[in-house]
C-alpha cells in the first residue's frame, strides 16, 4: 500500500484508539519511516484536530530524546503522520520482557526522558501523557518520548481539546493537580515521569485501584510507599530523589532541566555531593577558609529531597506511536478537591457517632432491663 504516493506501508506494528502505525519505506528518499494512520469512522469528532495537534507539537521539537516528526498530510479521507522509526521496543515491553529495570538502566531511563522533557518544555509544550508505552528505546538504549496526541500549549489553553471538567491522560501516571482539575503544567509531566521510574523499577505503578475515581483519590491523598518497603535496592540518593518527583505539591518536584542534570551527574549513585559555598566558613591561620567536614550525604538537595513515607530479548518494532498500554486510558470526571484538613474532621466525626452510638446502646439495654424485671 503506497500513501501519498512515496510511503510504502510494510507492516502494521501497533493499533490504538485514534488509528493504526504501520512500518514503512520513504521511497522517494529511501530510508524505514513509521507512519500513523487516523481511523476513520466518524466516531469522535474531535480525534483529527488531536492528530493534526500531534503533527505540529511533535514538528516544534528537534531533540535526540523526542521521536521526529517527517510529514503531515491526507490520503483518502484519513489523516497520516510520518515520524521517525524507533528500531527497538517501548519501555513497557522493556519491562514486560525483562522484569523491573537496574539502578543503571533506570537512571539512564529517567536521564533520557528528562532531558526530552526538558526540550519540550523550553517549548512551552506539556506531554500531559508520559507512561512507560511513550517512551520508545533503541537498540543502543537510548530513548526517546513518543506521542504527543494530547499534548497542550502552555500559552494556548485551547490546545487542551479536553472538555470542561474532564481529564484527558493515563490514570496509572496523572499528578495530583490533574487530578482535582488543575491545568497540566511541566510539573505534571515529572510527577509523571516520577510514577513511571517506580513501575519501571518495582514492577507495579505507585498506586493501583479497581476504579478510576479510587485511584485519583490514591493520587491526591496517598504517599507512595518507598520502594526499598517493596524489596526493591535502589540506591538511597536515588529512591530520595524519585519520591521527591513524586511529591504531592508541583512545586516541590525538581524540574526536567533539574533531573536531567542530577541523574547525568551520577548523583544517582549515592556520590558524596560537594557543600554549596555557604558551608565554608573563615577559620584557621592566614583567613583562609577552612571546610567544615566532608559531605556524606547520598540524597538529592534538601529542596528536592522527599519526604519518607508509611509502610504499607526485545522483541517488535516501535514507533513513534506507542501509548497503547492498558491503565485508565480514557476521559475520567475530575476529582473534587477535597478541603484541608479533612481527614481529621472526619477522624473527630467518627469518634462523635462512635460516642453517641454508645449512649444509644446503653440507653436502650437499661430500658429492655427495666421492662424485663417489671
Known sequence: MLVAGRYRLQTVIGRGGMGEVWRGLDEVLGRPIAVKLLLNDGSDASAEARFRLEAQTSARLNHPHVVGTLDFGAWEDRCFLVMELIEGDSLAGELTAGGPLSPERLAQVAQHSAE?????????????????????????????????????????????????????????????????????SAASDMYSLGCVLYHLSVGSPPFEASTATALLYQHVDSPPVPPHQRGVALPPAFEAYLLSMLAKQPEERPTARQAADWFAGGAWRGVPEPLPPEHWSGGGGGGRGQHRGPSQRGTAPAHRRAATAPAPARTGVASGAAGMDSGWNTSVHRVPPRRPGLRSSLRRHRRAAAVVGGAVLFVSALLAGMAWFS
Open 116 to 184: 526530552g522533557l526538558a526540550a519540550a518544555h523550553a517549548q512551552g509544550i506539556v506531554h500531559r501523557d508520559v507512561k512507560p508505552g511513550n517512551l520508545l528505546s533503541d537498540h543502543q538504549g537510548t530513548v526517546r518520548i513518543a506521542d504527543f496526541g494530547i499534548a497542550r500549549f502552555v500559552d494556548d489553553p485551547s490546545g487542551a481539546l479536553t472538555t470542561t471538567g474532564q481529564i484527558v491522560g493515563t490514570g496509572l501516571y496523572l499528578a495530583p493537580e490533574r487530578a482535582i482539575g488543575t491545568p497540566a
